[in-house]
């Protein structure tokens, strides 16, 4: 192995950055020459490449976002858009490539690793929906950023004796909303994986508003449906004047907190030994405190589930 591509795909996250240059580093530390592929597979299929140096991943690891730019492509799944990537690749000499980023940028890695090229996927998403990993790289970055607004949103439903209703990113996976409902103190969690009624959330509002609440928190991921419409109707059933606030893309930028800056960099690293041991397919986790590679396919495969303790323990906390 001789040179190596890295590249970050799909929606960007806090982390993106320390990952990028962990490879970077340890691809130049081990005599690999590195280059970085920008804007994600549609840089890749439009041969948008630089070489990296030591220098080019300077200062870099406190920052948000990826120097690299990140894009979803269509084009990587069609037919014509592959074989275009597949043809920079081989132009280029590119032997391994790195590829960072969530679920869907997994299986554009899976892709590669099925037409032979050596690649390797880490988890680069805010959601902490892949189910190989206990956390990707900037969920808690992520999660920190939602308790700010939590704070702060709480001052003024504390004011206003109001119901706050802040809806999180996270696609199909609640983790997000439970994590930070649970370090926020929130009254309720509403995630996509666990049924939920708004008359059993309203009975809860209405029996804390007796016992003298005079407000609450409801976390709510987004994967769960229109949140405008739950806000109205939690409104309406309850009584209490309801307000809600969409968090949006806040949630993915910021820098990097420690967790996520050492899983990066220790990820990053294990990408490129596994490179130069020959290893052609593998995603990389954090299983404990333990990083440790699986089998692409494999990996794609297994079902994420919420950890229904913590989602148990939210509940009889916010009694
Ligand atoms: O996958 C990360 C994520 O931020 C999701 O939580 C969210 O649903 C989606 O990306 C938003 O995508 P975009 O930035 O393309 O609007």
């Known amino acids: ?92 000499g590119i032997e391994g490539i790195v590829v960072i980023g969530g679920d869907g940028s997994m299986r554009g890695a899976e892709k590669l690793s099925k037409a032979g090229i050596a690649t390797m996927g880490l988890p680069g998403t805010i959601d902490n929906d892949l189910a190989y990993t206990d956390y990707t790289i900037g969920f808690k970055t992520a999660v920190n950023t939602v308790l700010g607004a939590i704070s702060n949103i709480r001052d003024t439903s504390a004011s206003h004796d109001r119901v706050s209703i802040i809806e999180v990113m996270g696609r199909h996976c609640g983790d997000i909303a439970l994590y930070s409902g649970i370090a926020g103190g929130a009254e309720s969690i509403i995630v996509p994986e666990v049924e939920f009624s708004v008359e059993e959330i309203c009975k809860r509002l209405i029996q804390s508003k007796n016992r003298g609440k005079r407000h609450s928190i409801i976390m709510l991921a987004e ?12 409104q309406e059933k309850s009584g209490l004047e309801a307000r809600l606030t969409t968090l949006g893309h806040l949630q993915r930028g910021g820098s990097p907190v420690a967790y996520d800056r050492i899983l990066a960099s220790r990820m990053g690293e294990r990408a490129v030994k596994l490179l130069m041991e020959g290893k052609k397919s593998r995603a990389i986790g954090i299983t404990g405190t333990d990083i440790r590679d699986h089998d692409i396919s494999e990996a794609l495969s297994m079902k994420k589930e919420i950890n229904m303790e913590l989602y148990e323990l939210a509940k009889v906390l916010s009694i």
Request: aromatic residues 4%; hydrophobic residues 40%.
């Open 223 to 234: 994967g769960i449906g229109n949140a405008y419409d739950i806000t109205k109707e939690i």
């Open 1 to 92: 192995m001789k040179k190596i591509g890295v590249l970050t795909s799909g929606g960007d996250s806090p982390g993106m950055n320390a990952a990028v240059r962990a490879v970077v580093r340890a691809g130049i530390y081990n005599g690999l020459e590195v280059v970085g592929i920008k804007r994600g597979y549609a840089g890749l299929i439009n041969g948008e490449i630089q070489n990296m140096d030591l220098s080019s991943v300077a200062d870099i690891i406190h920052r948000g976002g990826t120097i690299l730019r990140s894009a979803r492509c269509l084009e990587m799944k069609e037919d014509e858009g592959f074989k275009k990537a597949l043809n920079v690749i081989d132009i280029f």
